[in-house]
């Protein structure tokens, strides 16, 4: 694509003018090397990684229907003590889907089901 807006037929190659900027900050820039003692390095294979379940055996995960806000609940549980270490979505997420859910129900006509029967 040329930098001009000025029409030319297709197949003729435009003559494209390069612009090079110097940039004072970036031509005395420091150094970025690091001492090895500071240096990242990937990590230790043989080591275990964060989610290994071996230091967290007593933890459970557990998916639940929250009939109130109708929607399912994700919820990571210690099995010691029962207490649920983290849950998706939260306590707040639940109760404003479980009024809005009221609401909605409470807005609709009632009127039976299509597979009611009526004798």
Request: proline content about 6%; aromatic content about 6%.
């Amino acid at each position: 694509m040329s930098t001009d807006f000025s029409i030319r037929p297709v197949g003729i190659p435009v003559a494209v003018q390069i612009v090079t900027t110097s940039n004072a900050a970036a031509n005395e820039a420091v150094q970025t090397d690091l001492p090895v003692n500071q240096t990242v390095a990937a990590g230790d294979a043989s080591a275990p990684a964060r989610n290994d379940l071996r230091s967290n055996e007593n933890i459970s995960r557990q998916v639940v229907f929250d009939q109130a806000a109708a929607s399912f609940v994700f919820q990571v549980v210690n099995d010691r003590t029962d207490a649920v270490v983290n849950q998706f979505p939260d306590e707040a997420m639940l109760r404003r889907r479980a009024y809005f859910h009221a609401q909605d129900l409470k807005s609709e006509p009632s009127r039976p089901a299509s597979t009611d029967r009526s004798a």
